[in-house]
């Protein structure tokens, strides 16, 4: 009998869904070829670092009375990846300058304000399944845009940003395979929403399951298997036929044609 399978750690990871009105839309990032993801579109996000639970912050943020250390780090790495990929500064009360030439650090103290950690809004939380090479343990938040700011690419881990109207951003990710699989449901659970008000709403007021898809062999295929309770209205995604490779290297698996 060999050694029992023990499956890879999951990383901890934060990214946000950023969204604005008129219209409805959500920002999105393409990473750059040899990235994590390889050239995928995806929303702004990455690792927690260890600096992002440090006590550090607590001067520089707001919002944070009843959080947690992890929720609060989880929060600061959130809005530091916004800010790293797209320029995108979430303060509140902000007084002075910010711009991608500064450490998000710097950034912040510049700015005058602090972190609005009370604006960053709990959204999803995935897990990639056990048989994944690479896993991440995922918490998807939603904030509304800031004001005044203009996105900005930065060139080095996302090559390319997107504001897409959410029902595009939908279509797009139930035509193309290289959107992820939690990408293309949150997206499809955005798209539930009118604008960003009700999208940030239905966030706080809806309970928030933790997703680690199963993986399971079916005669036409494997699938993805989803707990109903997670509300995406799908409990099994299509992922390959049987015989044929899964297209790139998502560790969650995608598909295009999700199954009820």
């Known amino acids: 009998m060999g050694e029992p399978y023990v499956p890879v750690p999951a990383k901890l990871s934060a990214t946000v869904l950023i969204v604005r009105d008129d219209p409805f839309e959500v920002l999105m990032v393409r990473r750059r070829k040899g990235n994590v993801f ?21 001067p520089l943020v707001s919002g944070a009375d009843d959080l947690d250390v992890q929720e609060r780090a ?45 604006r960053v809004v709990r959204f999803a939380h995935w897990v990639t399944p056990e048989r994944g090479l690479k896993r991440f343990d995922t918490h998807f938040f939603i904030v ?49 929403s009118a604008d960003a008000d009700s999208a940030i709403a239905a966030a706080e007021a809806r309970p928030h399951v933790r997703v680690m898809p199963t993986i399971e062999d079916r005669e036409d295929g494997m699938y993805s298997i989803l707990p109903e309770e ?31």
């Open 38 to 58: 390889n050239n995928a579109l995806v929303f702004p996000g990455g690792l927690a670092d260890p600096e992002d639970h440090h006590d550090d912050w607590l």
């Open 144 to 192: 509304r845009a800031p004001d005044g700011q203009d996105a900005a690419c930065d060139g080095r881990e996302a090559v390319a940003i997107e504001w897409l109207p959410v029902g595009d951003a939908v279509a797009r990710a139930e035509a193309d395979i290289s959107f992820m699989l939690p990408t293309r449901l949150n997206l499809r659970l955005l798209s539930y």
């Open 230 to 260: 997670a509300g995406y209205g799908v409990t099994a995604v299509f992922l390959r036929e049987v015989g044929v490779p899964i297209h790139g290297s998502d560790p969650a698996g995608r598909g295009p044609k999700p199954n009820n």
């Open 74 to 118: 989880l929060r600061i790495a959130a809005l530091r990846e916004t800010y790293e990929e797209t320029g995108l500064l979430i303060v509140g009360e902000q007084l002075g300058p910010c711009g991608p030439d500064l450490s998000f650090e710097d950034a912040v103290r510049a700015s005058g304000g602090k972190l609005a950690l009370d």
